[in-house]
């Protein structure tokens, strides 16, 4: 099974076809109420489904995730790990969560502010506006099947240590978080011991030593402007050779991690069952500027992502 091939169950033609707009947020609100009218497991469907809400994240492109692993959650407990504000919670629950917990260090719960990732780039930055509601007023409107922390994984165990007969998480998630994870052994280490046993852990990598790993503008090559010096400081590989000051994103927000370290980390916890490696080099990568980093094979250099599945290791 591949990251962008798999096909939902148990749902009718006109379903699938209002999942694959959900990513442009091409729907509407009456499309999005049958769609978690048939994903939601019966008995435990929240009587006052915040419709408005739900469209409006789809608009702003947070079902995107949530639809492409939605074969993985539904009627599980979700914890998403980096979650930033918790805006994709709306599109895990509509789906077929059937709770969502995301944390994330620096969660603002009172500020209405995030991403649209459904409008262009201003001079190469995703634009951030208000999403109509905050995350206190998303919690309160889906009726404590989201709840959003502001914190670390460290933070939830503690809780569960404080009650020990909680439930744990069904599903751990960690879209492009794994890459700014800089005790990454030790949030897995978490992450194992947050799931139930029978769990998944899934995951999607940014590869820093891909052509946009670097995470700095230009984000795209459609973004990129070549007589810009600032620009080609990054774009390229040349983010390879940069040398950055102190406090620069790269030391303090990066952790450069190797694909095979990648994996051997995440095989310390968890016995691999997908481990998909998305290749694109944008098509800027020549022999030229293989030549120019030597310590490097063009997999690290073209693999752009990495999809994974594990489940916990027994024990």
Request: one cysteine or more.
């Amino acid at each position: 099974m591949v990251y962008f091939e798999m096909t939902a169950p148990e749902l009718d033609k006109t379903l699938k076809d209002i999942g694959k707009r959900l990513s442009k947020g091409d729907v509407t609100e009456a499309e999005i109420v049958k769609l978690y009218r048939r994903l939601c497991i019966p008995g435990e469907e929240i009587a006052d489904f915040p419709a408005r809400i739900a469209l409006r994240s789809a608009q702003f492109g947070y079902f995107r995730w949530p639809w492409k692993i939605r074969n993985y959650y539904r009627g599980k407990r979700v914890l998403d790990v980096g979650c930033g504000q918790g805006t994709d919670g709306i599109g895990f629950v509509t789906l077929g969560a059937t709770t969502y917990c995301g944390v994330d260090a620096g969660a603002k719960l009172d500020i209405d502010k995030v991403k649209n990732k459904n409008v262009p780039r201003v001079d190469g930055v995703t634009q951030r506006t208000g999403l109509g509601w905050t995350p206190n007023e998303i919690m309160a409107a889906f009726g404590g099947r989201i709840s959003i922390v502001r914190g670390v994984t460290t933070d939830l165990l503690a809780e569960h240590a404080r009650q020990p007969d909680s439930p744990k998480f069904g599903v751990v998630a960690l879209h492009t978080v794994t890459e700014h994870l800089m005790d990454l052994k030790g949030v897995l280490s978490e992450c194992r011991a947050l799931m139930e046993d029978d769990g998944n852990l899934i995951f999607l990598h940014d590869n820093f030593y891909s052509w946009k790993g670097h995470h700095m503008i230009p984000k795209s090559v459609n973004d990129l402007d070549e007589s810009n010096p600032e620009h080609m400081q990054y774009a390229d590989w040349n983010h390879l050779i940069f040398d950055p000051p102190p406090g620069h994103y790269f030391t303090r927000a990066l952790n450069k991690i190797r694909l095979d370290d990648l994996r051997a980390v995440t095989a310390q916890f968890f016995d691999i069952e997908i481990w998909d490696e998305i290749v694109n080099d944008f098509g800027r990568l020549t022999d030229e500027i293989l030549a120019r980093h030597p310590d490097y094979s063009r997999r690290d250099l073209s693999v752009s992502n990495v999809f994974c599945v594990a489940r916990p290791k027994a024990g």
